[in-house]
């Protein structure tokens, strides 16, 4: 049986998500309501499923008095539900998630090859898109015979210890990389690439190869292979993988096939891409300076074309 899997796990979303979910101070408080609103909604990470008002002030910055007055429109909203003295995220704010049209539009295109891996595995199947210097799992197939694993929809890692993150860093733009080296390589298990020469080796090999793989860099026992997802303009758009326990996890059996359902995946989103029915991927906006001008990166190198 075939099971869209939301699981949790939370050591190691604390351990590779938590960098993004910092603390604000006091002097950063947004003065608008609806900003303040948003940083509280934000404040919730990928393990949390509840939180206090004290953990909400805290983590945002707000005084107590207006997170407890901002926190009770959220929950008359829906955005919140209040659980005795915690807080947790609101069926509102599920439903509004489901109407993300990109999304959603290209989880339901992946979804029948996700499918068809796992009937041919039986190991956890995932689709996943670069968010940031992160892979973002927009969707999850897994079953009863499959490894239970950290990952979960919705849920973020690291793009340079993660087979999904490593197609979006040899496929795409150089850019991708140099935000992820400027964020700086942290080791998360013994076998986490950490050296900037060794990652775009890695990334070379991903080129040369048509797919990346993950031993145990980041969670120990697990590994993984992923293959790119390409548009009409052959940007990679997205990345579907296979994960399981190393010891019996073949990755270079199964890549051709994982490679022939990222392909055939490709095709259809292409037309789709091509005709303006599925827009991927978004446009991101740019960081403005306090000077009105916009940041700019230091300029990288470019890993080799693929061969496609």
Known sequence: MVTNQRGDHRAVDELVVGG???????????????????????AFGASDTE????????????????????????????????????????????????RVPRQRELREAALPYLEDLYEATHENVHLAVLDGTQTLFLEKVTGHRSMPIGSRVGGRMPA??????KVFLAFGPPEYLRRVLDEGLVRITPRTTVVPALLRQELEQTVRRGYGINREEIEVGVSAVAAPVFDHRERVIAAISITGYAHRL?????????????RSLSRELSRETANGTLRWPPQQPQPIHEGGGEAAGPAGDRLPESNR
């Open 20 to 42: 993004r979910e910092r603390r604000h101070g006091r002097d950063d408080v947004p003065k608008s309501v609806l900003a303040r609103g948003l940083r509280l909604l934000g």
């Open 51 to 98: 939180l206090t008002l004290t953990e909400l002030a805290e983590r945002t910055g707000l005084p107590k008095p207006t997170a407890y007055r901002l926190l009770n429109e959220l929950v008359s909203w829906g955005g919140l539900e209040r659980t005795g003295r915690c807080y947790r995220l609101g069926m509102s704010m599920f439903v509004l998630g489901q």
């Open 160 to 165: 340079y210890a993660t087979a999904t993150g």
């Open 250 to 262: 073949d990755l270079e059996r199964l890549a051709p096939a994982l490679r022939t359902a990222a």
